[in-house]
């Protein structure tokens, strides 16, 4: 017989984490006669408002405007927790050009030293999750850089921040382009070899959906192999048309293969939080409301997870490649069978 007490508990355990610029979304509505953009905390109280939501990710610097504990404390008092904070390299102009990548040292040196400091104050507010996203290191033209100088340059930086806390997490969130036409970490792949030439025992990867869509990836396969040569810190969900990181609302487009990726990194042994990298605020979506949908629509895609670890037909057809049964099941546990 089910268990249904298993799967309350598992649903109750689960945390949810979200993007927390998504709370700007409609500020004339939320802060009518504001001017100019709402304080970290305002988007924090407003985040605060979503049921079901548990912990904020920060970025870095952009969020901390004052100590880190201090605000980490503010955010507890809302209810709140920290999950991790995200490094963002948008404080020199120069780091267009590339942040551990950039031809000049000092430059580099600078953004190096910055993801230190980040992590310096990931610590303080409690947390040991630090996501690098190394949007800026990468290229755009035939004879722009040398692809071997620019990947030495890479894993030097990475292993440094590594080495500056080896109690803290470092996570590489890989996206194929944007800002620049070519990502050095663009895809699984390509991130697992950077991680076993950086060779620390803190690093690993999060996994953002969109971005694995339009890197051509299948999702569970992509955190499979992560898996296997390394470990997953992150998972980020939303969704999109496979061409652009579009941040569309989780299950919009690719419902089973959002499912598939829960179920993975569920049997994986993933148990950190599931992270909202949405986008409401691109056409000013109500971000409270769109932040709840999330949580209820992950809510029911793991009730669907644990009914398909619980029915013996799934694994039994998954041994034989049998396609036209997975289906059957698949769609059968989602949306009912006929009577």
């Not at 102009?93 to 400091?117: C, N």
């Not at 025992?201 to 969109?210: E, R, S």
Request: aromatic share 8%.
């Amino acid at each position: 017989m089910y268990d249904f007490t298993d799967e309350a508990n598992a649903l109750n355990s689960t945390r949810f984490a979200t993007r927390l610029n998504s709370f700007a979304s409609g500020a004339h509505v939320a802060w009518p006669g504001q001017s100019g953009k709402p304080s970290v905390m305002q988007m924090a109280e407003r985040a605060a408002r979503v049921k079901g939501l548990t912990d904020l990710d920060l970025n870095y610097p952009d969020h901390v405007t004052e100590n880190p504990a201090e605000i980490a404390r503010k955010l507890g008092d809302l209810g709140l927790s920290v999950n991790g904070f995200a490094m963002r390299y948008y404080t020199s102009p120069a780091f267009k050009l590339g942040a551990f990548t950039h031809p000049d040292a000092a430059v580099r040196r600078e953004a190096i030293d910055l993801t230190k400091s980040g992590i310096d104050a990931a610590r303080e507010a409690g947390t040991n999750l630090m996501t690098i996203w190394l949007g800026q290191d990468g290229f755009d033209y035939a004879f722009q850089a040398d692809y071997t100088r620019l990947w030495q340059h890479e894993i030097d930086g990475i292993r440094e921040v590594c080495a500056h806390d080896p109690d803290c997490l470092i996570s590489i969130e890989y996206k194929p382009n944007e800002p620049r036409s070519f990502s050095l970490m663009p895809d699984a792949a390509t991130t697992l070899l950077a991680i076993k030439e950086v060779g620390a025992k803190n690093l690993g990867v999060t996994l953002d959906l969109a971005h694995m869509l339009y890197a051509d990836e299948q999702p569970a396969f992509a955190a499979a192999l992560i898996t296997r040569h390394s470990r997953i810190l992150g998972v980020h969900l939303n969704d999109g048309y496979a061409k652009r990181d579009d941040g569309l609302m989780v299950g919009a487009i690719h419902m089973t293969q959002t499912i598939e990726l829960l179920r993975q990194i569920r049997r994986d042994g993933y148990a950190g939080a599931i992270y909202f990298d949405t986008f409401p605020d691109l056409t000013g979506l109500d971000p409270v409301r769109e932040c709840e949908v999330n949580i209820k629509t992950v809510q029911r895609m793991l009730k669907v997870v644990d009914r398909l670890e619980q029915d013996n037909r799934l694994s039994s057809a998954i041994d034989r490649q049998d396609a036209v049964s997975t289906q059957a099941i698949v769609h059968e546990l989602m949306f009912g069978a006929d009577h």
